[in-house]
């Protein structure tokens, strides 16, 4: 998906090539500063405690001697991507990942300031707990992502993964964390020239750009042996 999904921005006007990092992080600042109802007890770091170099490390699912390394740039609000990992993502894991051809690793690319701030939350959790919060989040994708207060919504998914609300609100303003989200999506534009999601760079040759069906995704990574 392109830059077609800026409605759901606090600023209507960001767009994905932004002029500075701190731009982008700004323009969604309003989307902090909201309380609610006590969740669950915690399961991630306390604010005070979170490791942002522990939260922007790789994550990445599969065997480290698999031969082919697919790394995929996403959006939380895209739609395409929502669909890739509903549909295909299954196919690709049980008859790629799991059977050790393909070692996969999940890159964000925010295309505006709410799925900058699901990517967040995503990267808080436990580093076990990254897929199936990125799982949870992509399965409720219409639900938070068109709801008339969409971070509501994203709170009480995060309610259920064990993060209370004041370690929400925390990660929403987690400067450094958005900071790096941004540093890393900003990799995929100047390195590979990514400008869509979902993208994938395959053994950092191949880029691969759009949703795909599982056929056409493995005949894409035939070339590398899959």
Same mark, same amino acid.
């Given at each position: 998906?392109?830059?077609?999904?800026?409605?759901?921005?606090?600023?209507?006007?960001?767009?994905?090539?932004?002029?500075?990092?701190?731009? @982008?992080?700004?323009?969604?600042?309003?989307? /902090?500063?909201?309380? @609610?109802?006590?969740?669950?007890?915690?399961?991630?770091?306390?604010?005070?405690?979170?490791? $942002?170099?522990?939260?922007?490390?790789?994550?990445?699912?599969?065997?480290?001697?698999?031969?082919?390394?697919?790394? &995929?740039? +996403?959006?939380?609000?895209?739609?395409?991507?929502?669909?890739?990992?509903?549909?295909?993502?299954?196919?690709?894991?049980?008859?790629?990942?799991?059977?050790?051809?393909?070692?996969?690793?999940?890159?964000? @690319?925010?295309?505006? !300031?709410?799925?900058?701030?699901?990517?967040? #939350?995503?990267?808080? $959790?436990?580093?076990?707990?990254?897929?199936?919060?990125?799982?949870?989040?992509?399965?409720?994708?219409?639900? *938070? $992502?068109?709801?008339?207060?969409? =971070?509501? &919504?994203?709170?009480? #998914?995060?309610?259920?993964? !064990? %993060?209370? /609300?004041?370690?929400?609100? /925390?990660?929403?303003?987690?400067?450094?964390?958005?900071?790096? =989200?941004?540093?890393?999506?900003? %990799?995929?534009?100047?390195? *590979?020239?990514?400008?869509?999601?979902?993208?994938?760079?395959?053994?950092?040759?191949?880029?691969?750009?759009?949703?795909?069906? +599982? &056929?056409?995704?493995? &005949? /894409?990574?035939?070339?590398? !042996?899959?």
């Amino acid at each position: 998906m392109t830059d077609d999904m800026t409605a759901l921005s606090p600023d209507p006007k960001l767009k994905r090539r932004m002029t500075s990092r701190r731009s @982008f992080v700004a323009g969604s600042a309003g989307l /902090a500063g909201l309380t @609610f109802a006590s969740p669950m007890a915690s399961t991630i770091a306390s604010a005070a405690e979170l490791s $942002v170099d522990d939260a922007l490390a790789p994550r990445i699912i599969g065997s480290a001697d698999a031969p082919i390394h697919v790394a &995929e740039y +996403y959006s939380m609000t895209c739609g395409h991507c929502a669909d890739f990992h509903n549909n295909t993502f299954p196919k690709v894991k049980a008859r790629l990942i799991d059977e050790g051809l393909v070692r996969f690793e999940m890159r964000p @690319f925010p295309l505006d !300031g709410l799925a900058l701030r699901a990517h967040a #939350l995503a990267r808080a $959790v436990p580093e076990a707990k990254f897929f199936a919060m990125v799982k949870m989040l992509l399965a409720k994708h219409a639900v *938070w $992502v068109r709801a008339s207060d969409p =971070i509501a &919504e994203l709170q009480k #998914l995060a309610r259920l993964a !064990g %993060v209370t /609300a004041d370690d929400f609100n /925390a990660i929403m303003r987690n400067r450094p964390l958005l900071e790096g =989200i941004v540093a890393q999506r900003q %990799v995929g534009v100047d390195r *590979w020239g990514v400008s869509s999601t979902p993208s994938f760079v395959v053994n950092d040759d191949l880029l691969i750009s759009g949703n795909k069906s +599982y &056929e056409d995704f493995a &005949e /894409a990574l035939s070339a590398f !042996g899959a």
